[in-house]
């Protein structure tokens, strides 16, 4: 048996309840086989970037799990599917989008999933979560990149 890695998985919606449906998200990401939830940052709202529609709802998560990135991969896709998530166009409004950021310290390229994410260190809405749950993970100027991006850390229900 391979021993845990500790994956972070970002998470946002823009359409239905998204509050509701990133609640659903974690339960299930933290019910795939093999995987624990080991933290979940506070939840966040942000307007769309290189996108339209609605302010989205955002958080990042930490697992410990023993499934491969690829296995993960399948799983949050199959989660996605799930809360009705559909791809009309790229970075079209959605129910649910469940990234993987980081798999433990693992770099990978290949058609369907490049680890670390590309684009997270542009983004203020994985940023921000990620640095609640994970500081060692992101650094000083990499948060100072992205603070004029549009960001609120949401009270807790």
Excluded at 130 to 152: F, K, M, Y
Aim: charged share 15%.
């Amino acid at each position: 048996m391979r021993p845990p890695v500790l994956a972070y998985i970002a998470l946002g919606g823009n359409l239905g309840d998204a509050k509701a449906t990133l609640r659903s998200a974690l339960a299930q990401v933290a019910g795939l086989a093999q995987t624990r939830l080991a933290a979940c940052s506070s939840f966040y709202s942000s307007a769309p970037v290189d996108a339209t529609g609605p302010d989205y709802v955002n958080a990042v998560m930490a697992v410990d799990t023993r499934l491969n990135a690829v296995e993960l991969l399948s799983g949050l896709q199959q989660i996605e599917a799930l809360a009705g998530r559909e791809r009309p166009y790229l970075n079209a409004p959605r129910t649910l989008d469940l990234d993987l950021l980081l798999y433990g310290h693992a770099s990978m390229e290949s058609a369907h999933l490049v680890v670390p994410h590309p684009r997270m260190w542009e983004r203020a809405f994985v940023l921000f979560p990620l640095a609640e749950i994970a500081p060692d993970q992101v650094s000083a100027a990499q948060l100072a990149a992205v603070r004029g991006q549009s960001i609120t850390r949401l009270p807790a229900d």
